[in-house]
Nanobody
């Protein structure tokens, strides 16, 4: 059974930083492109960032480019999201997800299995 468990969320002031982690199990991790998605209260889920299996192809939503960095550790089967210069509009629940089918920058191309981790940014 595939399990994705996110951690590292919290409450920070604007301009602050957080690093999210995602522990995976039950997934042939090295074979999968991975992504971070987010969903704010009352809004649709959206794509944040994705990383290819070999970490050579990184894509980001325009809203986070230059501030967020996605990375992975294939040996540990972990995915990370370093978030710097956080803004109030980054407030959302963040989900780790694995690629299934479709465009790499579409949230619908991924499947999230974990509870997510809440990030709250105050002004």
């Amino acid at each position: 059974q595939i399990q994705l468990v996110e951690s590292g969320g919290g409450s920070v002031r604007a301009g602050g930083s957080l690093k999210l982690s995602c522990a995976t199990s039950g997934l042939n991790f090295v074979n999968f492109r991975m992504a971070w998605l987010r969903q704010a209260t009352g809004k649709e889920r959206e794509f944040v960032a994705t990383i290819s299996w070999d970490a050579l192809d990184l894509l980001y939503a325009d809203s986070v480019k230059g501030r967020f960095t996605i990375s992975r550790d294939n040996g540990a089967k972990m995915v990370y999201l370093q978030m710097n210069n956080l803004k109030p509009e980054d407030t959302a629940r963040y989900y780790c997800a694995y690629y299934t089918l479709g465009p790499a920058e579409a949230h619908s191309s991924y499947r999230a299995r974990g509870p997510g981790t809440q990030v709250t940014v105050s002004s």
